[in-house]
């Protein structure tokens, strides 16, 4: 039986704690391999926000300068990409493959609910919200084990992600200053709220737990998923939105 999430779990690795390559192929083999899975999922997840961008948003944006955005936010994923594929290439894992893959055959960061968005004011919850969702996984790895991984966090990443989330919000906020256009934004949450909550993956995950034994780590899906609510619920409410029930204990269909 695999213990709870909200058991103690005993830390092995400090934040920073392997500090280079070297020190990575020293760690035990568990380590290395849980590692390098999570650092695949996020280097492949953000290809795949490249083509949300490029393949969905840019093609229902209402004017040339929302266009133009969408393409500075895919330059800013692909960026990401780059950044955390040298990672993984000073360890010997090539990703370059990932290049060639349509967003189908990507295994490891499926994503078909941006596949879904059909108008510019979901594609507004979607990157208030979903990039939210995001954040507070990217936000995990600032602190991660492996110092090289981390830095790039901390050097570009989760400022890039605060830009996404502030032009969703943007979006959003200006069309709830009217009636109709609020009552669209409302359309929109109550269709992907829980399908957002569900992206912060299982309740009960063994994998996070290995995450958080090693550092990789440091908050189980089921906190990050309550720090969202509390972030995120007041905000909705302030631009007379209505929060879609149940706003805690979603179960997550997905793992991560």
Not at 221 to 233: A, G, I, P, S, Y
Request: aromatic share 10%; net charge negative; charged share 25%.
């Amino acid at each position: 039986m695999q213990p709870s999430s909200n058991a103690p779990v005993e830390v092995l690795a400090k934040p920073g704690s392997v500090k280079s390559p070297e020190d990575f192929q020293k760690m035990p083999l568990e380590y290395r391999e849980l590692a390098i899975h999570l650092m695949k999922v996020h280097t492949e997840g953000e290809l795949t926000g490249a083509d949300d961008y490029t393949q969905v948003f840019y093609n229902i944006a209402p004017n040339a300068y929302e266009k133009l955005v969408c393409c500075e936010r895919a330059a800013e994923e692909i960026e990401h990409y780059q950044l955390s594929a040298k990672v993984l290439s000073d360890l010997g894992v090539d990703t370059s493959y990932m290049l060639a893959q349509n967003y189908l055959q990507r295994p490891l960061y499926a994503n078909e609910l941006v596949r879904g968005v059909k108008t510019w004011m979901e594609r507004g919850i979607f990157s208030f919200l979903g990039e939210a969702v995001v954040l507070e996984h990217l936000q995990e790895f600032v602190d991660s084990s492996y110092a090289p991984f981390a830095e790039i966090f901390t050097r570009q990443i989760i400022s890039d992600e605060h830009t996404h989330i502030a032009h969703g919000y943007r979006i959003i906020h200006e069309a709830c200053q009217t009636e109709s256009g609020r009552a669209e934004v409302q359309q929109a949450l109550d269709r992907f709220w829980p399908h957002l909550l569900k992206l912060f993956g299982r309740a009960e995950s063994p994998r996070t737990l290995q995450y958080i034994k090693w550092g990789l780590r440091k908050t189980s899906n089921d906190e990050l998923r309550q720090k969202f609510l509390n972030k995120t619920v007041p905000r909705l409410q302030v631009l007379g939105l209505k929060v879609p029930e149940p706003v805690r204990g979603d179960a997550a269909l997905v793992e991560v």
